[in-house]
């Protein structure tokens, strides 16, 4: 038998590696397994830093090609250099993918390459390498989701991998699915110089999202020149040398019709990861959506066996991994760790950004929750007048009785930053009030909050 830890983390994702260093910070001797050949899971490598990379590199190229003129700030010729930008996102990557490494070696986890399988309760093997754990944590995160009819290749029909990859912009790229990686993806290579189709089975890009905000945000896009295909289907892509011929069909069923697209993008959503985890051996449980089955602690249906991040139910999300990650080492160290699912902001970096927290108008509706409702457009914000960044606005929605925040939901410049204050105020259980009634610099794109907050009791200033 090789060494024996008190926990061994099986991935080093968010969730995972977040585990590990908390575990081992607390006094526990703490492995983590990973097969990559870097640490840092899907969000460091292939996900949410690459992506913010290209998201923020194909912003500033946007500015400097369109918006800049209004500022009086005039630059000829602006030329797209885009392996120069993918190389600056592979240095942001390494980077991040060395600040964990950095980080294992200072907590003392030790980083055990290779394929992790759950051997026994107690026992993970690595390879022909089996180590004893008083408790294992499956923290092995989520793939892209294929359709059928739609084989992806990542170079012609790419899931958001290929997508970060590309050599060179599309002139039209198709992307299945109006969901986040759709629409932040599709904006980078739109900033590019592509044409976008996005190509959605529902009726509304965001489907989780507030209503109000994903149509408005749909109008902005438009505006940028995306084309949406709400309420269609792909049923087939077939791809040549050259590029794809799609097959789309109305949701609903009727008459087919053909597109041709340069690059197709798949992603229509993630699926728990758990191949080859020797799970269903260890009789572990999972459920309909083949998701690692968990109870409110992170234990999974055999004793000492535990699961976090995109592998269980709830948003997939990195920074509700991470959270995960913190409360179940805590627990494990016999201390109260705990997670508030009603205050996990989600983000979507495109520009304007989209912010939200706590519950849709929808929701509200569907739980017979009489509430009360704040807007405050941009338009209205000093702030964004001057920075020239008017599209968008912030909604609260607010308990009618007790005025407690439930909602808060932002389409405009830095949303994402500035939706923080009313993540705390969530999570301190605060009432529109007491946003209202706190003071927020001037001028800061988030008076536009305290406005909204200060609708939320038809007394809005500056409106
Ligand atoms: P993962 O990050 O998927 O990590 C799991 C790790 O386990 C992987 O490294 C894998 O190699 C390893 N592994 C799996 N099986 C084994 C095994 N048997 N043995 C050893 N190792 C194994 N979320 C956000 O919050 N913000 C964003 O901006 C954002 N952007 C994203 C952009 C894209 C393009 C994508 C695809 C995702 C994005 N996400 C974002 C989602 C985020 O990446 C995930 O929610 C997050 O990575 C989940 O963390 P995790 O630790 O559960 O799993
Ligand atoms: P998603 O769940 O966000 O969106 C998928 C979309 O595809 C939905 O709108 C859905 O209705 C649609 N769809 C499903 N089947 C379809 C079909 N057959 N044809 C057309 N449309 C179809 O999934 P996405 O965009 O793939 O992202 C996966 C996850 O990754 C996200 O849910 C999120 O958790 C995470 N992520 C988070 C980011 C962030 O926090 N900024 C960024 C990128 C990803």
Not at 2 to 10: E, H, M, T
Request: proline share 3%; glycine share 12%; charged share 20%.
């Amino acid at each position: 038998m090789a060494a024996s830890f008190d926990v061994i983390v099986i991935g080093a994702g968010p969730g995972g590696y977040v585990c590990a260093i908390r575990a081992a910070q607390l006094g526990m001797k703490v492995a983590c397994v990973e097969k990559r050949a870097t640490l840092g899971g899907t969000c460091l490598n292939i996900g949410c830093i690459p992506s913010k990379a290209l998201l923020q590199s194909s912003e500033n190229f946007a500015a400097a090609a369109h918006d800049f003129a209004a500022h009086g700030v005039m630059i000829e010729g602006v030329k797209l250099d885009l392996a120069r930008m993918q190389a600056r996102k592979a240095e942001v990557v390494s980077a991040n993918v060395k600040g964990v490494e950095f980080l294992f070696r200072k907590n003392k986890v030790t980083w055990l390459k290779g394929e992790g399988k759950v051997a026994a309760p107690g026992r993970v093997a690595v390879g022909d390498t089996v180590y004893e754990t008083k408790h294992i944590v499956i923290a092995t995160g989520s793939e892209s989701m294929p359709l059928r009819g739609v084989e992806v290749d990542e170079k012609r029909i790419v899931t958001s991998t290929g997508a970060l990859e590309l050599g060179t912009v599309p002139g039209h790229l198709v992307v299945i699915g109006g969901g986040v990686i759709g629409l932040e993806l599709g904006s980078v290579w739109a900033r590019l110089g592509a044409k976008v189709t996005v190509v959605e089975f529902l009726d509304t890009i965001l489907p989780t999202m507030d209503r109000e905000v994903s149509r408005g945000f749909e109008r902005i896009l438009a505006k940028q020149g995306f084309t949406f295909r709400l309420g269609t289907k792909v049923t087939s892509a077939k791809a040549d040398d050259k590029g794809v011929d799609l097959t789309l069909e109305p949701a609903a069923g009727g008459k087919a019709e053909t597109l041709r697209a340069d690059v197709v993008l798949l992603a229509i959503g993630r699926r728990p990861y758990t191949a080859g985890l020797g799970l269903e051996a260890a009789g572990v449980a999972l459920d309909e959506r083949g998701r690692v089955k968990t109870d409110a602690h992170w234990a999974t249906s055999v004793p000492g066996i535990y699961a976090i991040g995109d592998v269980i139910a709830g948003p997939m999300l990195a920074h509700k991994a991470e959270e995960e990650g913190v409360a179940l080492a805590e627990r494990l160290a016999g201390q109260a760790g705990h997670v508030n699912y009603e205050a996990i902001p989600g983000v979507v970096y495109t520009w304007p950004e989209v912010a939200s927290v706590g519950r849709t108008e929808e929701q509200l509706k569907a739980e017979g929750v009489a509430y009360t409702v704040g807007k405050f457009p941009f338009t209205a914000n000093g702030r964004a007048r001057a920075m020239g960044d008017t599209d968008g606005f912030v909604k609260l929605l607010a308990d009618k009785k007790t005025d407690r925040l439930l909602g808060a939901h932002i389409v405009g410049p830095d949303a994402g930053t500035i939706l923080a204050e009313l993540v705390t105020a969530i999570e301190f259980g605060a009432s529109a009030e007491d946003v209202a009634r706190t003071c927020h610099a001037h001028p800061s794109l988030s008076e536009a909050i305290k406005e909204a907050a200060l609708a939320v009791g038809g007394r809005a200033l500056h409106m």
